[in-house]
Each structure stands twice: as structure tokens, then as C-alpha cells.
């Protein structure tokens, strides 16, 4: 079974930043991709963004450019956002997801495993 544990989530005023990270434990596979997606209230999942594992390539959802960077450790099992200039909009669940085989970045349906999800909140 493979575990993957959210932290770094919390409240945060608009214009700060926070690092979420993702730690994958128990039986880790050569990922394809790793990624984050978030959740608002009312809302659909969305993709946030992507890395590939393999040859370290970023995919970011236009409404996250320029203010997130997503990176990884192999060594760690470790995936991170970092996640500048957040704006009220930003407020979701965060999700760490990750994909083993090749496929879309950006459907929830790629991804064969979830971590639990970690709460950010932006306040005006």
C-alpha cells in the first residue's frame, strides 16, 4: 500500500506564501508524475500542478503561473509547492496525487493515489 501524507497547509493574509509538501511511504513506485490538485467548496477538483518524475518537466494550471513552483527529491519520495503572492481565490483543499502510467495531467482520473488533503486558506 502507498501512503502519501499533506503537510504545510494553514491560513495565510493574500500576498503571503506557504510550502506544502508530500511525503510518499510504503510500497513507492517510479512515479510517471506527481501533482497537485485542489478542491474549493462547491467546487470541482482542479489541477494546480504537475511534475514529471522521470525528467523533472512543471505543468502549471494558468491561474497558478508565475506564483507556484512545484519540485521534487527522489531520494525523498518528496513532492512541494511552493505557493507565492496567494490570493483569496487560492483557498481549497489541497491534494498531493500521484500517477504511475502516462495520461492526462489534468483529469482526477489519472491519478491512481490520493493523499488525504491539507486545508489552505487565504483571508482578504
Known amino acids: 500500500q502507498v501512503h502519501l501524507v499533506e503537510s504545510g497547509g494553514g491560513l495565510v493574509q493574500a500576498g503571503g506564501s506557504l510550502r506544502l509538501s508530500c511525503a510518499a511511504s510504503?510500497?513507492?513506485?517510479?512515479?510517471?508524475?506527481m501533482s497537485w490538485l485542489r478542491q474549493a467548496p462547491g467546487k470541482e477538483r482542479e489541477f494546480v500542478a504537475a511534475?514529471?518524475?522521470?525528467?523533472?518537466?512543471?505543468y502549471y494550471a494558468d491561474s497558478v503561473k508565475g506564483r507556484f513552483t512545484i519540485s521534487g527529491d527522489n531520494a525523498k519520495n518528496t513532492v512541494y509547492l511552493q505557493m507565492n503572492s496567494l490570493k483569496p481565490e487560492d483557498t481549497a483543499v489541497y491534494y498531493c496525487?500521484?500517477?504511475?502510467?502516462?495520461?492526462?495531467?489534468?483529469?482526477?482520473?489519472?491519478?491512481?493515489?490520493w493523499g488525504q488533503g491539507t486545508q489552505v486558506t487565504v483571508s482578504s
Open positions: 511534475i514529471n518524475w522521470s525528467g523533472g518537466s512543471t
Open positions: 496525487a500521484a500517477q504511475l502510467y502516462s495520461g492526462s495531467y489534468y483529469s482526477p482520473r489519472s491519478y491512481n493515489y
Open positions: 510504503g510500497r513507492t513506485f517510479s512515479w510517471y508524475a
